[in-house]
């Protein structure tokens, strides 16, 4: 997508703070982190929220997720960690690029909404 902040970011156009890149998936760190680990994982393909995961397009989140276990390995999250993803105007989702949040490093609260 031509004007996607994310699809920019994943393409090496917009710098970001990477953490991890395979030939699907793009990591990088938040810009506004809300733990001391705060990353953002994403399919290197456009898929504008989990609202589009569908059959064609699922291979991509399981590859995220292989990504995040790896990931949070080795970010050293032994302790544990959230992985989040806002999907809409209620949840305040502000990119819409597919992207999963991993939040650790801290005693996390359990406020969920
Ligand atoms: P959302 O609110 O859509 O779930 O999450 C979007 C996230 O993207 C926010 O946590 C925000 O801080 C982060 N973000 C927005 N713009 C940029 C950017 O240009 N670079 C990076 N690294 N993060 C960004
Ligand atoms: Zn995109």
Do not use: W
């Not at 393409?11 to 760190?29: C, H, M, N, W």
């Not at 393909?45 to 995220?64: D, Q």
């Not at 050293?76 to 939040?103: E, K, M, P, W």
């Amino acid at each position: 997508m031509a004007d996607c902040l994310f699809c920019k970011i994943a393409a090496g156009q917009i710098p970001s703070t990477k953490v991890y890149e395979d030939d699907l998936v793009y990591a990088f760190r938040d810009i506004a982190p809300q733990a001391p680990t705060h990353i953002l994982v994403i399919p290197k393909a456009h898929i504008g929220s989990v609202a589009e995961v569908t059959p064609e397009n699922s291979h991509l989140v399981a590859r995220v997720f292989e990504a995040i276990a790896q990931i949070a390995q080795a970010e050293g999250l032994t302790q544990g960690y959230r992985v989040v993803s806002n999907c809409g105007a209620d949840a305040g989702q502000s990119v819409h690029h597919l992207h999963f949040h991993i939040l650790g490093g801290r005693q996390l609260t359990l406020e969920m909404a």
